[in-house]
């Protein structure tokens, strides 16, 4: 009796949190299947403006000369606040203007002629948009992200309790047959009842996994601690050189595969570098801090391995949300359980459709 009881209750749980948030776990599943492949797609379809043919015998501007470029194109009003270097030498930089709300440009630049490749909006850039419909639904910080983590406290909700009224009352042979296994020659009803559970039991574990460390940013859970440094103002406020500041963090690095070099608006503020030794993962990157007018550097980051636990896990953040923790294997695991994730709530809704319908 009991044993009944729980499961009515929990089917109805299952239910109404399904009808709540499926409509904003349908968008975050289809954005997040498509936004993980984007570099990949980018290189594609963006190739005119991040590639560029090498000259044979030439040599890079000077990092200086190219932040000219790219501010002039940006105008005096908007300041360029990173920029995005890569190592490889068919590359261009990515300078980047930003400010919340308002604007957020982005100038493509060939660092050996320092013409200016493309010039993008990128608040209407279609990765971009898909990015902020899956993290803000394009409502806004406060609105959009109030929704999504609420929807996504109740996504977890329903992969647990799903994963329960799935779990088989005994364990036998014709009984877990039809747990693991679609019967595609079924018709509609049954078909989509296989569906959404074997697909649902299937994903569970990485739909888990993604849910979770979409909360740990939604509750600001992945946060560094910033060390309280600031640059010497005392002195004469000229600006050091970002060429020769990219020389030292260069000089420190021989594996690096990019850099984002992240300049302070703040008087008192610090030049940021980050140094990413892998393309593809987030985690394996060191940190560095600059005086802005001195050029000396105030602080070295730990590599990963040199992290304390929880820092480790705060840094794998990313890449186990995305999957590029493993590697291509792991974005391919992460777009499958996207669209996983898209369907549970079109199939939930036709089998709660139908029932009523037959009632």
């Given at each position: 009796m009991f044993r009944t009881d729980f499961k009515k209750a929990l089917y109805l749980l299952h239910l109404w949190l399904g009808l709540c948030t499926g409509l904003v776990v349908f968008?975050?599943?289809?954005t997040g299947a498509i936004?993980?492949?984007?570099?990949?797609?980018?290189?594609?379809?963006y190739r005119d403006r991040l590639y560029v043919d090498v000259p044979a015998g030439e040599r890079p501007k000077s990092f200086d000369e190219l932040l000219k470029v790219a501010q002039a194109k940006f105008g005096n009003k908007k300041k360029i606040s990173r920029v995005e270097i890569q190592v490889a030498p068919n590359r261009t930089y990515m300078f980047r203007s930003l400010k919340s709300g308002v604007y957020f440009e982005k100038v493509y630049v060939n660092p050996y002629t320092a013409q200016v490749v493309f010039h993008?909006?990128?608040?209407?850039?279609f990765f971009n948009v898909v990015l902020s419909l899956h993290r803000t639904l394009l409502l806004g910080d406060k609105v959009g992200h109030f929704i999504i983590r609420w929807s996504v406290i109740g996504f977890v909700l329903l992969l647990l309790s799903g994963i329960a009224l799935w779990w088989p009352s005994k364990w036998k042979a014709k009984v877990l047959k039809a747990k693991f296994k679609v019967k595609w020659e079924a018709k509609k009803k049954?078909?989509?009842?296989?569906?959404?559970?074997?697909?649902?039991?299937?994903?569970?574990?990485?739909?888990?996994?993604?849910?979770?460390?979409?909360?740990?940013?939604?509750?600001?859970?992945?946060?560094?601690?910033?060390?309280?440094?600031?640059?010497?103002?005392?002195?004469?406020?000229?600006?050091?050189?970002?060429n020769q500041i990219l020389s030292k963090v260069n000089a420190?690095?021989?594996?690096?595969?990019?850099?984002?070099?992240?300049?302070?608006?703040?008087?008192?503020?610090?030049?940021?570098?980050?140094?990413?030794?892998?393309?593809?993962?987030?985690?394996?990157?060191?940190?560095?801090r600059f005086d802005r007018y001195s050029g000396k550097l105030l602080l070295k980051g730990k590599n990963f391995e040199a992290l304390p636990l929880s820092d480790q896990i705060k840094s794998l953040n990313y890449d186990l949300h995305t999957g590029t923790v493993i590697g291509i294997w792991g974005k391919i695991l992460a777009f499958i359980a996207g669209l996983i994730a898209a369907s549970l709530p079109v199939t939930g809704f036709l089998m709660w459709l139908w029932r009523k319908k037959s009632k």
């Open positions: 968008i975050l599943g289809i936004y993980s492949f984007s570099d990949e797609l980018k290189d594609v379809f993008e909006d990128a608040n209407r850039e049954r078909l989509n009842y296989d569906l959404h559970q074997v697909f649902g039991f299937y994903a569970f574990i990485v739909l888990l996994i993604i849910a979770l460390t979409g909360l740990m940013w939604s509750f600001d859970l992945v946060a560094e601690k910033k060390t309280k440094l600031t640059s010497d103002t005392t002195g004469t406020m000229q600006p050091a050189s970002h420190l690095n021989n594996n690096t595969a990019y850099y984002l070099y992240n300049i302070p608006a703040a008087k008192s503020g610090t030049v940021n570098v980050s140094a990413y030794l892998d393309a593809d993962k987030i985690h394996q990157r060191i940190q560095y």
